[in-house]
């Protein structure tokens, strides 16, 4: 099985298991994790769960996207969209669960990891920690609830991170309030096993073990950030960073030249819409009736061709540009799905 779950003592612990994948979450993984979670939320014996990877370099490097997009040329996505269905009601599980929960972001964290890792109360950085919403590289968008999450962090970050899929290392993540601790890996065992013993004491286990982060690079770009990803349309961000006249506005525009301009123009829609939105719950019904759609637009089948199964990172695009987009098609891709089909909490 790839996720190994144990019961030490008064405290659960789930392990992601699949290192050649680099943890990337499949539909079993899904439902294993599920199933232990609602089993420790309703067992007073549980005071708490750790969420970490068994070995290798990756906690989670996302979800199964080659899988749903073999659904996707063969089904009609069903497969696909039960995935999604699945796995964002085991982020909603993890955003309301009662009792503390610790995940431990010690290796690659991207895409579906991130959704693990940040409903969690306490979430731990290492220098191993990379950190990144990339889906705008394979025709995705910023999902498990990630529209939550970056639509409440400083300034003009969340936008920026979910346009350019900008990777963090643990000091970013902490600096960001995306980890709420910094380790050093050598230490995450002992940690453990004290938690383990006294789940009362996560708050100060974590404190007496964290050390001094290394300084985050990124806040030096805050300004580039909040000035030239200021605004709300794509091409006015493109434009924006098109006449400045420095290297990394360069660096940023051919970034966001090289993704799905549809991606762009949904993550971009999402994350100022999810600052209004009430509930996490309401957001994650918001990213599937979207994850529903774009999984049958063009640009997920050939990103995750060109990323993952072909790997010649050279995606043809449709529309190959912004200005291709119309705001109808967005509506068309925010709108509610029929009710039957919409996506509900476990
Ligand atoms: C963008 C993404 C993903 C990605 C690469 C991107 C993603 C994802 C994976 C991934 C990585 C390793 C695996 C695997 C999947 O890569 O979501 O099965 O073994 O899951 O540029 O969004």
Redesign the pocket.
């Given at each position: 099985m790839d996720v190994h779950s144990h019961r030490h003592g008064s405290v659960g612990h789930l392990s992601l298991a699949r290192p050649r994948?680099?943890n990337?979450l499949n539909l079993a993984m899904i439902e294993a994790l599920t199933r232990a979670l609602l089993e420790w939320r309703d067992q007073p014996a549980v005071a708490a769960v750790l969420l970490d990877h068994a070995e290798g370099r990756g906690f989670c490097?996302?979800?199964?996207?080659?899988a749903v997009r073999r659904s996707v040329l063969e089904d009609g996505g069903s497969a696909g969209r039960a995935f999604f269905m699945a796995e964002y009601r085991l982020n909603q599980l993890l955003f309301a669960f009662p009792k503390p929960v610790v995940a431990f972001m010690d290796g690659i964290t991207?895409?579906?990891g991130v959704g693990l890792a940040l409903p969690a109360r306490y979430r731990v950085a290492t220098e191993h920690t990379l950190f990144a919403m990339?889906?705008a590289?394979?025709g995705?968008f910023p999902d498990v609830g990630a529209g939550w999450y970056l639509a409440r962090l400083p300034g003009r970050l969340g936008p920026y991170l979910a346009l350019t899929g900008a990777r963090l290392d643990g000091g970013e993540c902490l600096w960001a309030g995306l980890a709420t601790h910094y380790l050093p890996s050598e230490a995450l065992a002992e940690a453990k096993a004290l938690i383990a013993d006294d789940p009362a004491a996560i708050r100060a286990i974590l404190d007496r073990f964290s050390i001094a982060a290394p300084a985050p690079k990124l806040a030096a770009d805050l300004g580039s950030i909040d000035r030239l990803f200021a605004a709300d349309r794509l091409e006015d961000i493109m434009a924006a960073l098109a006449k400045d006249s420095s290297e990394w506005a360069a660096e940023a525009l051919a970034t966001l030249r090289a993704k799905s301009p549809l991606t762009l123009k949904v993550a971009l829609r999402q994350i100022a819409q999810a600052r209004h939105v009430a509930s996490f719950a309401e957001e994650m019904r918001i990213e599937y009736r979207l994850a529903s759609r774009m999984i049958a637009e063009p640009d997920f089948a050939e990103g995750v061709r060109a990323?993952?199964v072909d790997k010649d990172n050279a995606p043809r695009w449709n529309p190959a540009a912004p200005e291709g987009i119309s705001e109808a098609k967005l509506d068309e891709l925010f709108a509610p799905l029929p009710i039957d089909e919409e996506w509900t909490p476990l």
């Open positions: 994948a680099l990337a490097a996302g979800g199964d996207v080659a991207m895409g579906g990339p889906e590289a394979i995705l990323v993952l």
